[in-house]
Each structure stands twice: as C-alpha cells, then as structure tokens.
C-alpha cells in the first residue's frame, strides 16, 4: 500500500511539473507520469477493495490423525489447501509434541511451515507443557472462526462454553482420496 501511495504521489508530482514545465504538449515525462497515476490508482484501489481473509482455526494435532489414526502431516496438508481453495484463510495449532509424532525432533512453525508449504506466520505450536486445545479455542473466539477439528472438547466446556455449540465445529476425514470437509454442515452465514 505505501508502495502504492508513493507511486501515485510521485507521478502526481511528475505530471504537474510535466504540464507547469511542458504545457499540454505531449512529452515522454508527461506519458511516464499519467501512466504512473494510473498504476497507482489501480494498486490502490486493488488493496482497498481486497477481501478481509475468512479465518478458520484448524486443530492440526487433531487432523494429524485423520487418516489411519497415523500421524501424518500430509493430512494436515491437504486439509489446508481444501480450505484455501473454498475461500478460507486457515490458522494452524499444534501441540509441542508434534515433531516427536510425525519424525524425531522438535518442530516449530519454521519447521512446519516447509512441511506444509504454509506460511509459518499462520502455524502456532503451543509451549511444552501447555495443550493447544485453550490455545486455538481462545483464537477462534477473538476472530469469530469455526474450528477444523473432530474433537467434541468436552474437557474445555467448564471454561469455554462456546464449545457446546456444534456449529462452532467443521468436521472432516480422510482416506486414500484425500481429505473430506464437511462443508454441508456449516451454517450459510459463515461461508465466504
């Protein structure tokens, strides 16, 4: 956007000069600069008019089990690109252990990211000690997200009422044809 602003701004400038200088005569300052208006005008006008991402919150250390119950971040994967094709910006959650469950080390965001082909901005691993269920329960919650999971979170219910409702859920699975959402069970007026 500060691109943006500054291109036009500068073709702006460029193009008050070109006419002050040159009058209305065509001259190549006065084409680079109109040309330059445009472009800013149209990469400003493509940032304003960008949609606000549809935030989902997927459980990862849940859809890891999806197939086979076998972790396999594969899994995770092709959850992540089913949902970015429907319209989805998707926020990943994993507990700590995560690295442990699908190779021998740990694996951070980093980590996972290359994993996944996901940025690392959108993938969170919870702390040692500290489950991810809290964690992604309580973003989901600040964005007004569903959550990608099959876990009922009957221990969270105490502390997060809000997972009683089933609607709050998009369920799923997956098998040798890849993973499998439950669109039909959502409510119209989260779809993007």
């Not at 990211?113 to 901005?121: D, E, G, Q």
């Not at 007004?144 to 009922?152: C, F, K, L, P, S």
Request: proline share 6%; glycine share 8%.
């Amino acid at each position: 956007m500060v691109v943006s602003l500054v291109l036009l701004a500068g073709s702006l400038l460029l193009l008050g000069w070109s006419l002050l200088t040159f009058g209305s005569i065509l001259t190549p300052a006065l084409l680079v600069a109109a040309l330059g208006v445009v472009v800013g005008v149209v990469l400003v006008l493509r940032f304003r008019l960008r949609a606000a991402p549809v935030w989902i919150v997927i459980d990862g250390s849940n859809v890891l089990y999806w197939r086979d119950e076998t972790p396999n971040l594969h899994t995770v994967r092709q959850c992540v690109e089913g949902l970015v094709r429907n319209g989805w910006t998707p926020l990943l959650w994993f507990d700590a252990n995560v690295g442990y469950l699908v190779g021998s080390q740990y694996m951070g965001p980093h980590e996972l990211s290359r994993a996944l082909r996901y940025p690392a901005s959108h993938i969170n691993v919870a702390p040692k000690g500290t489950p991810a269920d809290p964690l992604l329960i309580e973003q989901a919650g600040d964005l007004g997200a569903r959550i990608v999971t099959n876990d009922r979170f009957r221990d969270w219910v105490e502390t997060y009422p809000q997972v009683a409702d089933a609607g709050l859920f998009l369920r799923g699975s997956a098998s040798d044809q890849g993973v499998s959402l439950r669109f039909a069970e959502e409510p119209a007026r989260k779809r993007a």
